[in-house]
């Protein structure tokens, strides 16, 4: 939700969150290559808690 706003933003805080979005963003960036599923699907687990 945050990166579809088109905003920069910096998890300064909860270490957790940070890893959660820098694990979102490697999957991302994988769908979009070749190097990826080679779907185009990013398969997001369910939301946990932080």
């Known amino acids: 939700m945050l990166a579809g706003l088109n905003f ?9 969150l940070r890893d ?3 694990s979102l ?6 769908a979009t290559t070749d190097s990826g599923t080679g779907t185009g699907t990013v398969h997001v687990g369910p939301a946990t808690s932080i």
């Open 20 to 22: 959660l979005l820098s």
């Open 8 to 16: 920069p933003f910096v998890v300064e805080e909860p270490d957790e």
């Open 25 to 30: 963003a490697e999957r991302l960036a994988a």
